[in-house]
């Protein structure tokens, strides 16, 4: 509960600004349809056929496989929170699981909207290791089960903007500078003209929060997945640069109101009696930023991810112990960053 995933923890490349990199692929066993047209008997074999032949594979690191039918709504919301199923999983219904790794950098949803959706998420710019990794995943189990796959289309998919590669390659970003001052939207329009897609930071359908956003590939159809890598990869140092002019111009030309407004942030969270999640998101942002300029000395970029994580309603039922509504959960978010922050982080959370 205490852990976070390697993701987290800011130790990749540019994670000042680049807080993960993610990689999915979207496969099908060629025996069976498709979960919108399976049954319930389908989906259990299908279920059980996956989860058999994963756990046969010798993997780098101890694999988890957790039950998701059988779980409480507040455990399902947190593997959620931990990007390791998404919300479409979490809310479904009959025999479907998830294969989680120890570092939580590897996670295999069964019974998603695909058979098969197998994540890497990678700390910082690194699409290039998430790939060769995740490519290595697919051939082991691909060497144990039969894709759906056509010559001419490639691997074919439930929903028709996944044929072909069954790839979605996604960075999560976090411009609070871009934001400021306005510059975001014009960076948006210009991702969308080369097909990429801009997603918060739950994904599909789910709101910025916090100044994180996702970019993503949208076609995946006739290209190569190199290709496809490569498309989101050569815009992200773009995208980062911009960031970091902006963060230099506000340093620059407003460093006193720039100072204020993470002062007031910090000052706020340690102060707290109630706040919601959508707040702390909101002021998280500017702690990032500030820690990231110097301005702020006593935390660390683990310690802020942690925050974010921390905070979540589920994870803050889980460390609580008990189901709390809205009102309460604003309360004990409240309670937590205050303790968090007065103890000096990570460090003394261990204590």
């Not at 460390?319 to 309460?328: K, M, P, R, Y």
Request: proline fraction near 2%.
């Amino acid at each position: 509960m205490q852990s976070i995933g390697e993701w987290l923890r800011g130790s990749g490349p540019q994670s000042d600004i680049v807080m993960s990199s993610r990689i999915r692929l979207a496969r099908n066993l060629a025996e069976f349809p498709f979960i919108s047209r399976a049954s319930t008997s389908d989906r259990a074999q299908i279920e059980q056929t996956l989860r058999e032949r994963i756990l046969q594979i010798d993997w780098e690191r101890k694999l988890h496989y957790v039950d998701v039918s059988t779980l409480e709504g507040v455990d399902r919301q947190f593997l959620v929170e931990r990007q390791l199923i998404s919300r479409e999983h979490a809310e479904s219904d009959g025999a479907r699981g998830v294969a989680i790794d120890s570092g939580e950098q590897v996670s295999l949803m069964l019974n998603e909207e695909d058979h098969l959706r197998i994540q890497v998420m990678h700390s910082g710019f690194d699409l290039d290791g998430a790939w060769q990794q995740i490519n290595r995943i697919d051939d082991q189990i691909e060497e144990r089960v039969t894709y759906a796959f056509h010559n001419k289309l490639g691997y074919l998919t439930a929903c028709p903007t996944n044929v072909g590669t069954g790839m979605r390659v996604s960075v999560m970003l976090h411009l609070p500078a871009l934001v400021m001052t306005r510059q975001i939207d014009k960076v948006f329009r210009s991702l969308q003209k080369i097909h990429l897609a801009v997603r918060g930071l739950y994904g599909e359908g789910s709101q910025a929060m916090g100044d994180f956003y996702q970019i993503s590939n949208q076609i995946t159809l006739g290209r190569s997945e190199e290709v496809l890598v490569k498309h989101v990869g050569d815009v992200v140092p773009v995208i980062v640069d911009y960031e970091r002019q902006a963060r230099e111009a506000l340093v620059r030309e407003s460093r006193d109101n720039l100072h204020d407004r993470v002062s007031r942030a910090y000052g706020t969270l340690r102060s707290a009696q109630t706040i919601s999640s959508e707040e702390t998101m909101h002021l998280l942002s500017s702690v990032r930023m500030g820690v990231n300029l110097g301005l702020i000395k006593d935390l660390e970029i683990p310690d802020v991810n942690r925050m974010f994580i921390h905070t979540q309603p589920a994870h803050l039922q889980k460390l609580s112990g008990s189901e709390l509504d809205t009102a309460d959960r604003n309360i004990e978010r409240a309670r937590y960053l205050r303790r968090y922050l007065a103890r000096g982080g990570e460090g003394a959370e261990k204590n």
